[in-house]
């Protein structure tokens, strides 16, 4: 028997179940800490009040925080499309005439999903977590201080980036430059850039 | 007694962020979550410490 519907692993029905936990949780909180401030104030002098606020303001928040972050980091990994800032770059990126790096990789599938959150995470969990906090960082600069202009990436492109994919196929290896004594040390260092050869893979204007 | 009606108004302020954040997933209320609701959880937590702390000294059990 297969685990389809609502006790599906997959990690979008996770992530469901943990917005509906965090919900529950939050309520619960509220409930506690609004029963406590509904009682007099001798009753919260009371030792029974502390426990019940070590519940309220400690145990049940910290779950809810926990399910907070881990609902709401999986989600970053979507949000670049949903800010009008990327909006000519989405659309360079969907353009079936786009010659793009950026895309081929979108429209051929080449990356399954959540292509942005792909090719802009270092692997592991230090990258992960460097992305989506930098992503935070975007949100507050589109609110607080403005979208710089033009735009500018962070930090030099990672070549290990894309030879997490493509460094050990076939085709790859039989380039002479990429295995040339002198240029493989430097790309793998990240010291050359694959775009110092490749075409960029966003237009480099504002599409 | 008024710190711990501070915590319970902080906390309060927390989970609504927090709901608002697991209803409507949307980049700027992630954005309220991680820095308003958590900043108050953890004020609120910081004051709820504070009021046992206090408790316990004026009790001489620290």
């Known amino acids: 028997m297969g685990h389809d519907g609502m006790f599906s692993g997959d990690t979008e029905n996770v992530m469901r179940w943990l917005s509906g936990a965090g919900v529950l949780l939050g309520l619960a909180s509220a409930t506690v800490i609004v029963i406590v401030l509904a009682r007099k104030a001798e009753w919260r002098a009371s030792a029974a009040a502390r426990w019940a606020l070590l519940v309220g303001l400690f145990v049940l928040p910290s779950m809810t925080m926990l399910a907070g972050n881990v609902v709401g980091l999986h989600k970053s990994k979507q949000s670049c499309t949903q800010c009008h800032t990327m909006d000519p770059w989405v659309a360079d990126m969907k353009n079936p005439a786009s010659t793009t790096l950026a895309a081929k990789h979108y429209q051929r599938r080449w990356i399954n999903e959540d292509q942005c959150y792909t090719c802009h995470s270092g692997y592991g969990l230090g990258g992960n977590i460097k992305s989506k906090l930098g992503g935070l960082s975007h949100v507050m600069h589109y609110y607080f201080t403005g979208v710089p202009d033009p735009l500018k990436i962070h930090e030099p492109f990672p070549p290990a980036t894309c030879l997490y994919c493509h460094g050990e196929t076939a085709k790859y290896q039989k380039i002479d430059q990429h295995e040339d004594a002198e240029m493989k040390p430097k790309i793998e260092s990240g010291e050359m850039s694959c775009f110092e050869c490749h075409a960029s893979p966003h237009p480099r204007k504002k599409p | ?62």
């Open chain 2, 1 to 62: 007694m008024k710190l711990l009606t501070a915590a319970c108004v902080l906390a309060l302020f927390g989970i609504g962020v927090s709901l608002a954040h697991f209803l409507w997933p949307t980049p700027l209320l992630f954005a309220s979550f991680m820095l308003l609701g958590q900043g108050a959880f953890g004020l609120a937590m910081a004051l709820y410490v504070a009021v046992i702390v206090r408790d316990l000294r004026s009790r001489k059990v620290l």
